[in-house]
């Protein structure tokens, strides 16, 4: 090397500003591809019905972070038409055969990307080949349709309770005024009876008066209570 | 009055007739020159492409390097006290490759090959032809359009394509590190985020400016640089030389960014 520097050091500088830049951009479009130059990259195949979201350079995340991506989109037409992505993911990650993988969107306009998500409970580890299953798609349009859906429902439940409200105002209103009718007349009739009450209320009273003094006496000469009614009844025959 | 402009308009539009006209025959010459390639060794033109290629390229590359790292730099400076703080980490990548690997690098590359190679190459030819050297070659049988123009073009090509992916590479470095005053990315992200924005369209654009840019810059000074016919002349056509090729480059410029991005 030193001594081609020393023999023309022009042609090895020019060589070199050759070589320099074709190595970055080599590198570069390794890169793009989804290539990794330390070769630590597994080729890993996901199952999916419906490619209308994904493309190739589809971002793969797993909790967030950046794993890999698609790099490959191929139809297989039996037994239905499905499609296997190619995604390129870091060997240094740890995935399991039977993790998961959804679709999603960052957020309301962003990108789709698949997150990865191991299982809870771990199987073997994840190789070069496998096929992910167990796809679980969650289209942005196709649960804007849900909410639209849920909110017509929503809607058209509003307007039935609104129209029954309507219908059954005048119901109310009649029942309401009876109530008030009834209230009055009830009303009334204590007013009415007040009087009576108070003379009932007042019976009441000399009658447990008479029924205290009886208890009195029969506790101080049972005998002669209960007697009492005997002798009267035999003077009264005698009188008889 | 009316008359006076009419000639002058029509004076001025022969006199570019006529300048296109002998510019078209240059070019015709240089490609009928072709036709006598095969018996040229290409050993002949290798010292000129090489000492071409040294001055061009190797010898620019602190100046574009500078100019890069400057460039990418101010581009960051200016988003980030443009955009909001809050998500453009996100952007720097796509901003970078729009304005520096789409149209900065190319442009200003050429535009440092210009100012430095350029000029030299035109005011060379123009003391070549003054002292006589150029039509020595030629009484001795030496073709001058593919002795003078053609090791100048692979040379001026080889250059621009190898300064313009050193132009983005540090300027995407100067912005990165700029970046790092304001907001947190990691290079890995950063460099994720510039490959995801970059598109082999990109790379396809970039390389045509740069052959579009090598084949018209020492075209266009070698062409000027044999107009002299006199020592007195050599500083009007390397003006020339130099402010033709700057709005040629343009012109260029804008046209490969409107056929691959319009």
């Known amino acids: 090397m030193k001594r081609l520097r020393d023999r023309n050091p022009n042609e090895f500088r020019v060589g070199l500003f050759i070589l320099v830049p074709i190595t970055i951009l080599l590198m570069f479009i390794l890169l793009k591809l989804g290539y990794s130059l330390s070769g630590s990259t597994i080729d890993v195949y996901l199952k999916i019905d419906n490619i209308s979201s994904i493309k190739k350079g589809t971002s793969i995340k797993l909790k967030g972070y950046d794993v890999g991506k698609v790099v490959d989109l191929t139809p297989v037409y039996r037994p ?9 993911i870091q060997k240094d990650i740890e995935l399991h055969e039977d993790c998961s993988a959804i679709i999603l969107n960052q957020n309301i306009i962003g990108d789709t990307v698949i997150e990865l998500r191991n299982p809870y409970r771990r199987g073997k580890p994840l190789l070069e080949g496998d096929v992910i299953e167990g796809l679980e798609y969650v289209n942005l349009e196709e649960l804007l349709k849900e909410v639209n859906k849920l909110l017509t429902s929503v809607t058209s439940t509003v307007d039935v309770l609104k129209q029954i409200s309507l219908e059954s105002r005048s119901n109310i209103r009649d029942m309401l005024a009876n109530l008030s009718n009834s209230v009055g007349a009830v009303n009334n009739i204590l007013q009415k009876s007040q009087g009576d009450i ?6 009441f009273r000399d009658t447990s008066k008479v029924l205290n003094e009886i208890s009195k006496e029969l506790k101080k000469n049972p005998m002669k209570f209960i007697l009492k009614g005997k002798k009267e009844e035999t003077q009264e025959g005698k009188t008889k | 009055m009316i008359v006076k402009l009419i000639s002058f308009f029509g004076s001025r539009t022969c006199s570019y007739g006529a300048a296109i006209a002998d510019f078209s025959s240059f070019i015709m010459s240089i490609v009928n020159s072709f036709k006598y390639l095969k018996k040229v060794r290409f050993r002949t033109y290798y010292e000129v492409i090489i000492n071409q290629t040294i001055f061009t390229g190797v010898n620019a590359l602190i100046i574009v390097a500078s100019i890069a790292l400057l460039a990418g730099g101010t581009v960051i400076i200016q988003a980030l006290t443009s955009l909001p703080k809050f998500g453009v980490e996100g952007f720097l990548g796509n901003l970078l490759v729009i304005i520096i690997a789409r149209e900065l690098g190319p442009l200003l590359t050429a535009l440092i090959v210009i100012s430095r190679s350029g000029s030299a190459i035109a005011t060379e030819i123009s003391v070549q032809k003054w002292s006589k050297e150029i039509l020595s070659m030629e009484l001795i049988g030496i073709d001058t359009r593919l002795f003078i123009v053609l090791p100048r073009v692979i040379a001026s090509v080889i250059s621009i394509c190898g300064l313009i992916i050193i132009f983005d590479i540090v300027a995407f470095l100067g912005g990165y590190l700029i970046s790092q005053t304001v907001v947190y990315i990691s290079l890995d992200q950063f460099g994720q985020t510039l490959i995801n924005a970059f598109t082999f369209k990109d790379i396809g654009a970039a390389f045509l400016k740069g052959t579009l840019f090598g084949i018209t810059i020492p075209v266009i000074c070698c062409y000027y640089g044999l107009k002299p016919v006199s020592k007195f002349e050599i500083p009007i056509y390397v003006s020339k030389a130099v402010m ?9 410029n804008i046209m490969v960014s409107i056929m691959f991005y319009v």
Do not use: N, P
Request: aromatic share 8%; glycine share 0%.
């Open chain 1, 80 to 88: 239905a038409l499905h499609f296997l992505a190619k995604m390129r």
């Open chain 1, 198 to 203: 108070l003379t009932t209320l007042s019976t």
């Open chain 2, 244 to 252: 033709r090729t700057l709005f040629v480059t343009i012109i260029l």
